[in-house]
């Protein structure tokens, strides 16, 4: 148990809504990340929050968005949602952002967009 | 363009023997690289690194070796056990703003046959 929790497991929607996947990183840990994995694809970065803070941004669609709260929990709406979006999306923390802290991921969100 | 490459999607081996798994990188300027290996319904768990400062890496029986010049390194599994079946992603991060976002390949399958 990597002591990072992802809700839902799963989550099928239609084209056009919009979703919330939740994060609640590692107690302790101050850095989150988000990584979307499609279909034979690798681990696609897309966004990283440090204490509240943006940090970095990836891959990120214009179309998704994500905060982290003043609990270090984590949220990323993906808006207006299209099949292409169906993918797994998984949440890492991390206690710093250097490079001796190695990513811890959650279990993933597995989108459905139908 | 990936900047992380595993060329091999997949890899058997027998049980004892030694399973080699080996990625690519294009980026210059990456200087730490991790192996992450996810079992199904799983996310990516941590499993060893190693800096640009060295050239190998050592961890009970698995072996990270780097070779810069050839912007190359590998995984070395030895000897391989049925409970390493599972899936293996090569990582590389740099310095960006401050933080260390790993960028990852799209994983190769270790299946060790008993």
């Known amino acids: 148990d990597s002591g990072v929790t992802q809700t839902p497991k799963h989550l099928i929607t239609a084209t056009g809504q919009r979703v919330t996947l939740r994060c609640s990183p590692r107690?302790?840990?101050?850095?989150v990340y988000w990584y979307q994995q499609s279909l034979d694809q690798g681990l696609q970065f897309l966004i990283q929050?440090?204490?509240?803070?943006?940090?970095a941004k990836g891959n990120i669609l214009e179309r998704f968005s994500a905060q982290q709260f003043p609990d270090l929990h984590s949220e990323l709406n993906l808006s207006s949602l299209e099949l292409g979006d169906s993918a797994l999306y998984f949440c890492?923390?991390?206690?710093?952002?250097?490079?001796?802290?190695?990513?811890?991921f959650g279990n993933g969100t597995r989108l459905t967009v139908t | 363009d990936q900047q992380v490459k595993q060329n091999s999607p997949s890899l058997s081996v027998q049980e004892g023997r030694i399973s080699i798994l080996n990625c690519d990188y294009t980026?210059?300027?990456?200087?730490?690289f991790l192996w992450y290996k996810k079992y199904p319904a799983e996310g990516p768990t941590f499993l060893i690194s190693?800096?640009?400062?060295?050239d190998k890496n050592e961890d009970g029986r698995f072996t990270v070796f780097l070779n810069k010049s050839a912007k190359h390194l590998s995984l070395h599994i030895v000897p391989s056990q049925p409970g390493d079946s599972a899936v293996y992603f090569c990582?590389?991060?740099?310095?960006?703003?401050?933080?260390?976002?790993?960028?990852f390949g799209r994983g190769t399958s270790l299946i060790v046959h008993p």
């Open positions: 890492a923390s991390s206690g710093a952002t250097g490079r001796n802290s190695p990513l811890h």
């Open positions: 107690s302790g840990d101050l850095s």
């Open positions: 929050y440090y204490n509240g803070e943006e940090r």
């Open positions: 980026n210059s300027m990456f200087d730490y």
């Open positions: 190693i800096s640009s400062i060295k």
């Open positions: 990582a590389a991060s740099a310095a960006s703003g401050g933080s260390y976002i790993p960028t």
